[in-house]
C-alpha cells in the first residue's frame, strides 16, 4: 500500500524569518546582544544604553573590530595568529618613535608637522605588513604550524616593542594623528548625517542589485514586500546609529576652549554632538573592503575554498603556500592599523597596549560564526561579535565587577559560543 504522505505536495514556506532571507545564527546573535544591552541598562539604573556610554562603546570596539576582520580570513583558512595584540604593540612602539623622535632628527620633522602623521601611518603600515608576511612564509613556505609560528611572535613582538621604547611610555603624539583615535576626531553632526544617508543608500542599492543579480540568474528571490522590509531596517538602523552618536553633546567646557583656540566667542547656549568618529568611519571602510574582497575578488574565493578543503584547492592550482602568505599580511597591515587607532585613542604608546587583544580578536570571529574548522565565516559577524565582547565587558566594569570575573565570564561565553556554533552546523549537516 503506498503512503499517500508521501504523495501530498510539500507544504508552502510560511516562515517569516525565511521569506525575510534572515539568517537564524545572525538573529540569535543579535537578539542576545539586544538582552545583553538591556540587562545591563537595567543593572546600571539606565546608564548603559545612553549616548555616551555608546559612543564610548563604539570607540572601544574599533581596534579590536579591525583586526577581527582579518581573522576571519586566517581562521577561515584554517590557522589562527596569537600574535596580533604583540603586533599591534610593535607598529604602534615603531610609529610612536617614528614621530617623536625618527623624523626629528632624520627630517627635522617635529609634531604636527603636515608630513608628520602621513610618514608616521605609512611606515606603520609597511612594518605591519612585513612582520606578516614574515610570519606568513614561515607558515606556508617552511610548513611550521601557524599555532607556533604566532605563538612565537606573541613572545617576540611584545619584547620587540618594549625594546623599542625600553618599556617607557611614547607622547605626546601628533596633534593630526590623534584624531584617528575617537573623541579627538569625529566628522560632526552635519558631516556624520551626510555620511549616513550615503551609507543607507549604498546599503539599500546593493541588496537590490542583489536581487537584479539574483534574477537575472534565475535564482530563488525574496517577495517584494520583503525586500521593502529589509531595505528599510537596513536605512533605519544605520541612521539611527549616526542619530545616537550625534546625540552625545561636547562638554560646555571643551567647546569654550574650542572657540577660543580660533579666537572667538562661544555664543550663549551653543550645543553640538560629536557625531561619527573617524576610527568608527576607518571601521566601515575596513569591513567594506573586506567584504568586498570576501565576495568578489578571485584572492576570496580562494581563501575560503582552501580554507574548505586544502588538498582539493592546491590540486585545481591554487597557490596555497603564497596564499597563507597574503593572508598573514593582510593581518599585519589591519593590525598596524589598529595600533594607529589604540595609540591615538590612548594619546600615547603605552607597554602594556594590545595586552590580551590575541583572545578578544580570536574571541570575537568565533562568535561573529568563523568556523575553527575553516571554510566558513562573515566579516559582518567578527564585528558583531567584537562588539558583543565589548559590551561583556563594558558592562561588567560598569557593575563594578572585579577583572578576574570578567575574564572568566569572558572565557565561559567563548566556549559557550563554540559549543554553540558546533551545534548549529551539525543540525544544518543533517538537513
Same mark, same amino acid.
Given at each position: 500500500?503506498?503512503?499517500?504522505?508521501?504523495?501530498?505536495?510539500?507544504?508552502?514556506?510560511?516562515s517569516?524569518?525565511?521569506?525575510l532571507g534572515?539568517d537564524t545564527?545572525?538573529l540569535g546573535?543579535?537578539?542576545?546582544?539586544?538582552?545583553?544591552?538591556?540587562?545591563?541598562?537595567?543593572?546600571?539604573?539606565?546608564r548603559?544604553?545612553t549616548?555616551r556610554?555608546?559612543?564610548?562603546?563604539?570607540?572601544?570596539?574599533?581596534?579590536?573590530?579591525?583586526?577581527?576582520?582579518?581573522?576571519?580570513f586566517?581562521i577561515?583558512?584554517r590557522?589562527i595568529?596569537?600574535?596580533?595584540g604583540a603586533?599591534?604593540?610593535?607598529?604602534?612602539?615603531?610609529?610612536?618613535?617614528t614621530q617623536?623622535?625618527i623624523l626629528?632628527? +632624520?627630517?627635522?620633522?617635529?609634531?604636527?608637522?603636515?608630513?608628520t602623521?602621513?610618514?608616521?601611518?605609512?611606515v606603520g603600515?609597511?612594518?605591519?605588513a612585513?612582520?606578516?608576511a614574515?610570519?606568513?612564509?614561515?607558515?606556508?613556505?617552511?610548513?611550521?604550524?601557524a599555532?607556533?609560528?604566532?605563538?612565537g611572535?606573541?613572545?617576540?613582538w611584545r619584547n620587540?616593542a618594549?625594546f +623599542?621604547?625600553n618599556?617607557?611610555?611614547?607622547g605626546p603624539?601628533?596633534?593630526?594623528?590623534?584624531?584617528f583615535g575617537g573623541t579627538?576626531?569625529?566628522?560632526?553632526?552635519s558631516l556624520?548625517w551626510?555620511?549616513?544617508?550615503?551609507?543607507?543608500?549604498a546599503?539599500?542599492?546593493a541588496?537590490?542589485?542583489?536581487r537584479?543579480?539574483?534574477?537575472?540568474?534565475?535564482?530563488?528571490?525574496?517577495?517584494v514586500?520583503?525586500e521593502?522590509?529589509?531595505s528599510t531596517?537596513a536605512?533605519a538602523s544605520?541612521?539611527?546609529?549616526?542619530a545616537?552618536?550625534?546625540?552625545y553633546q561636547?562638554?560646555?567646557?571643551?567647546?569654550?576652549?574650542?572657540?577660543?583656540?580660533?579666537?572667538?566667542?562661544m555664543?550663549?547656549?551653543?550645543t553640538?554632538?560629536?557625531?561619527?568618529?573617524?576610527?568608527?568611519?576607518i571601521?566601515?571602510?575596513?569591513a567594506?573592503i573586506m567584504?568586498?574582497i570576501?565576495?568578489k575578488t578571485?584572492?576570496?574565493?580562494?581563501?575560503?575554498?582552501?580554507?574548505?578543503?586544502?588538498?582539493?584547492?592546491?590540486?585545481?592550482?591554487?597557490?596555497t603556500r603564497?596564499l597563507?602568505?597574503?593572508?598573514?599580511?593582510?593581518?599585519?597591515v589591519l593590525?598596524?592599523?589598529?595600533?594607529?587607532?589604540?595609540?591615538?585613542?590612548?594619546a600615547?604608546?603605552?607597554?602594556?597596549i594590545?595586552?590580551?587583544?590575541?583572545?578578544?580578536?580570536?574571541?570575537?570571529?568565533v562568535?561573529g560564526?568563523?568556523?575553527?574548522?575553516g571554510?566558513?565565516?562573515?566579516?559582518y559577524?567578527?564585528?558583531?561579535?567584537a562588539?558583543?565582547?565589548?559590551?561583556l565587558q563594558?558592562?561588567?566594569?560598569?557593575?563594578?565587577?572585579?577583572?578576574?570575573y570578567?575574564?572568566?565570564?569572558?572565557?565561559v561565553?567563548l566556549?559557550?559560543?563554540?559549543?554553540?556554533?558546533?551545534?548549529?552546523?551539525?543540525?544544518?549537516g543533517?538537513?
Open positions: 500500500m503506498t503512503d499517500t504522505a508521501d504523495l501530498s505536495p510539500p507544504p508552502a514556506e510560511t517569516l524569518f525565511k521569506k534572515l545564527r545572525l546573535m543579535i537578539a542576545a546582544f539586544l538582552v545583553l544591552c538591556i540587562l545591563f541598562n537595567v543593572i546600571t539604573e539606565g548603559f544604553l549616548p556610554n555608546i559612543f564610548n562603546l563604539t570607540i572601544q570596539t574599533v581596534s579590536v573590530a579591525i583586526m577581527a576582520c582579518g581573522m576571519v586566517v577561515v583558512n590557522h595568529d596569537l600574535s596580533v603586533l599591534l604593540a610593535t607598529c604602534s612602539a615603531i610609529m610612536a618613535m617623536t623622535d626629528p632628527q +632624520l627630517l627635522g620633522f617635529g609634531l604636527n608637522h603636515p608630513a602623521w602621513i610618514i608616521t601611518i605609512l603600515l609597511l612594518a605591519g612585513v612582520i606578516g614574515f610570519q606568513g612564509y614561515l607558515i606556508g613556505y617552511l610548513a611550521i604550524p599555532f607556533i609560528v604566532t605563538l611572535g606573541f613572545l617576540v620587540v618594549w +623599542l621604547t618599556g617607557a611610555t611614547i603624539l601628533d596633534s593630526t594623528f590623534l584624531v579627538n576626531g569625529t566628522l560632526g553632526p556624520s551626510a555620511v549616513g544617508v550615503i551609507l543607507a543608500t546599503a539599500v542599492a541588496m537590490w542589485a542583489g537584479r543579480a539574483k534574477l537575472r540568474h534565475g535564482f530563488e528571490v525574496k517577495p514586500w520583503a521593502v522590509v529589509m531596517l536605512a544605520i541612521l539611527g546609529f549616526i545616537i552618536l550625534n546625540a561636547i562638554p560646555s567646557r571643551r567647546l569654550e576652549r574650542m572657540f577660543e583656540a580660533n579666537g572667538e566667542v555664543p550663549e547656549g551653543f553640538q554632538g560629536y557625531g561619527l568618529p573617524i576610527s568608527v568611519f571601521l566601515i571602510a575596513v567594506i567584504t568586498v570576501a565576495r578571485r584572492l576570496g574565493r580562494y581563501i575560503f575554498a582552501t580554507g574548505g578543503n586544502p588538498d582539493a584547492a592546491e590540486l585545481s592550482g591554487i597557490n603564497l597563507t602568505v597574503k593572508i598573514f599580511t593582510i593581518m599585519g593590525c598596524a592599523l589598529s595600533a594607529v587607532v589604540a595609540s591615538a585613542r590612548l600615547n604608546h603605552t607597554n602594556d594590545g595586552t590580551l587583544d590575541e583572545l578578544r580578536v580570536i574571541a570575537a570571529a562568535i560564526g568563523t568556523a575553527l574548522a571554510g566558513a565565516g562573515t566579516i559577524g567578527a564585528i558583531l561579535g562588539l558583543i565582547m565589548q559590551s563594558s558592562g561588567m566594569a560598569m557593575v563594578g565587577m572585579p577583572t578576574p570578567q575574564n572568566i565570564v569572558v572565557g561565553v566556549v559557550l559560543a563554540v559549543l554553540i556554533d558546533t551545534i548549529y552546523r551539525k543540525r544544518l543533517a538537513r
